[in-house]
């Protein structure tokens, strides 16, 4: 019988397995939120020295912004819908890496009909290339690059419909996911991995990883290979990223629960495990991957704390291949989109997360210590409050904090649980926290609300009700908007902040109503779904989309998956790069001399890049301006 996990995202794997209630009550609160037009327009805002404003503001500030003329040097494109990368008159695009490429001498390359050999497949550029960020060491170019997850119908062989036969399947997954640090170059004409370079690095499910902060040593995380409950093995389901201040790499776990199933029952288990196995979604049968057929490790009828052991931030330094990557358990366990690092005023830094599930939370690390550079980052990362996010209607908002007296919860716990030690201070349930963005010419911070379908109609995982809030104002959210906030005081250690909308997205083209989206959504720039962010040197934030590409309904004029380019000061946005059909476009940097900006192509359609009925291999592309010019 062929394995139709194979087909599932991981949102539709985890609605399927643990399926929420319906919501009874909420039609009162829906029809309240959408039918006040003011409503909406009190939470939109334009220009980074806007308040919320209300709703006659709306259509003189779009004015305003068209008339400001634009910071962007390329003229926008067109959405597409065909099989290959497009970007702007003056601008080139080449494939730089792609899955399966060798990064070592000795290693077997990509082959059409096996997706790659079982053995070695940690020594190739691995699958489904997601979130990264360039170093530079001793004048050499680095990138470390996330490998989210496997396209196993792809990756094992055709006529096993992607179910793994054996453990060397298993092995050959595993070795294809995780991070690749990879130490590239310019030629005359292209970008390329410089092969044998000793900082060339696979990190994978099976690397060995130290645990560090409030949980290390913690009950929960030992088991029978780890009795100290302080060392792992392996980083998973790696999304999106994030740089330090001291130059080093953070790697984000996000959809770690579907590694696990049980062969058989499972031993006695306390209460707060079960609700944790139930809140971050840990059930028998796994996500297809049947880790648990074929490594112990994941069967957690033999380890049941093996799970407790993912969902976190990791730290990598990608200047020592032989340093030992650290599992930061002070910033929490949950589906870990990106971390976006601000330092305060005084040098504490603030790292700020979101849990990409539908009606989950936003988070907000401070750490106790002060970062100067040249002296110990022990326990930055660590020693200090985590926080989650309550945005009132008023436009102002809260971070509310994760403490034994606040939740009810050890310190160890709260981490472990974060979730749960989030419903438990009353966190508002947000459209799925996706990247966050820091702009580093104001203090404000910026998150990708992608999508929310249960908004208004089922609770969370946990219980939680999802009504229409502030930063959530769509009922069964299709398009997704970006929120954005301000911490009062310009200090982003602050307990309180002021929060608007920068874009909603929408199809003016469809609707005339909330679902059209906001003013700066126009027929020319339309896309949904925003996910990855970034901002450049010029202050400019960059968007990309993973959404639903099908050009037709509600998405009609939409085209393929796209990153656009948005202006925080004149709330401008236009279309600049498109993917090829099925793709999704993510992950985001640049050359140390900022004229090179890289781009991840995620499980792309058809035979993308190579034609000619190969396999789509998920890739890293560079884009160049002709003229030589600076693109970010």
Not at 67 to 96: K, L, N
Not at 123 to 147: K, P
Not at 254 to 275: H, I
Not at 353 to 372: K, P
Request: charged share 25%.
């Amino acid at each position: 019988m062929t394995d139709r996990r194979a087909d599932l995202s991981a949102d539709a794997w985890d609605e399927i397995t643990f399926p929420r209630p319906e919501e009874t009550e909420f039609d009162r609160v829906v029809e309240s939120a959408l039918s006040r037009r003011g409503f909406l327009g009190g939470i939109l805002a334009f220009g980074s020295g806007a308040a919320v404003m209300g709703p006659g503001l709306l259509g003189s500030t779009a004015a305003r912004a068209q008339e400001a003329g634009s910071r962007f040097p390329f003229t926008p494109i067109a959405a597409q819908t065909d099989g290959t990368v497009h970007v702007p008159e003056g601008y080139d695009w080449q494939v730089m890496v792609r899955w399966g490429d060798p990064l070592f001498s000795d290693a077997a390359g990509y082959d059409l009909a096996e997706g790659g050999p079982a053995a070695g497949a940690d020594r190739v550029f691995g699958e489904n290339t997601d979130g990264m960020e360039s170093f530079v060491h001793e004048g050499r170019q680095l990138i470390a690059i996330n490998h989210e997850y496997t396209n196993r119908r792809i990756n094992l062989p055709a006529a096993q419909e992607g179910t793994p036969a054996n453990a060397a399947d298993v092995r050959k997954l595993q070795d294809l996911q995780g991070v690749a640090v990879l130490e590239i170059a310019e030629g005359d004409e292209s970008w390329s991995v410089v092969q044998d370079s000793p900082y060339n690095r696979r990190i994978t499910h099976n690397t060995p990883m130290k645990i560090a902060g409030p949980a290390a040593g913690h009950d929960l995380l030992k088991t029978a290979a780890d009795p100290t409950g302080t060392t792992s093995l392996g980083t998973f389901n790696n999304c999106g990223s994030g740089r330090t201040p001291w130059g080093t790499y953070l790697t984000c776990e996000e959809n770690f629960n579907g590694y696990f199933g049980a062969t058989g029952d499972l031993p006695e288990l306390s209460e707060r495990v079960q609700q944790g196995y139930a809140r971050y979604g840990i059930g028998a049968e796994g996500w297809g991957y049947d880790y648990h057929k074929w490594d112990a490790r994941f069967d957690t009828a033999e380890n049941p704390n093996e799970p407790h052991r993912a969902g976190w931030v990791v730290e990598i330094d990608p200047t020592d291949p032989e340093s030992r990557p650290v599992k930061h358990t002070g910033l929490g366990r949950f589906k870990h989109e990106n971390a976006a690092l601000a330092l305060t005023p005084e040098g504490r830094v603030v790292v700020y997360m979101g849990d990409d599930e539908r009606g989950e939370f936003l988070y907000r690390f401070v750490s106790d210590g002060t970062y100067a550079p040249g002296q110990s980052t022990e326990g930055l990362l660590d020693e200090g409050t985590l926080s989650v996010a309550r945005f009132e209607a008023d436009g102002t908002g809260t971070w509310l904090a994760l403490t034994p007296e606040s939740t009810g919860m050890t310190n160890a716990e709260t981490r472990i649980f974060a979730r749960i030690a989030g419903s438990a201070v009353g966190a508002t349930t947000m459209d799925r926290p996706e990247w966050i963005a820091v702009n580093p010419q104001a203090v404000e911070a910026y998150c990708c609300l992608t999508n929310n379908k249960n908004r208004g109609r089922k609770p969370n995982a946990g219980g939680d009700e999802t009504p229409v809030n502030g930063p959530n104002p769509r009922e069964a959210n299709r398009y997704g908007q970006i929120v954005r906030w301000r911490p009062h005081g310009d200090d982003h250690a602050a307990e309180t902040f002021d929060w608007d909308l920068y874009v909603m997205a929408g199809n003016p083209t469809v609707h005339d109503d909330a679902y059209a989206g906001s003013p700066n959504v126009t027929p020319g720039n339309l896309f949904n779904s925003p996910d990855g962010m970034a901002f450049d040197s010029a202050g400019l934030v960059w968007i990309q989309t993973d959404g639903d590409d099908d050009n037709e309904g509600d998405f009609a004029g939409m085209g393929n998956n796209q990153m656009l380019v948005g202006d925080p000061v004149t709330g401008e946005i236009a279309r600049f790069l498109t993917g090829p059909k099925g793709c999704e476009v993510t992950g985001l940097t640049w050359s140390a001399d900022r004229r090179t900006m890289f781009v991840g192509i995620q499980h792309p359609g058809g035979d993308w890049p190579d034609g000619g009925g190969a396999l789509p291999r998920s890739s890293v592309i560079a884009v160049k301006r002709r003229d030589g010019g600076l693109v970010g």
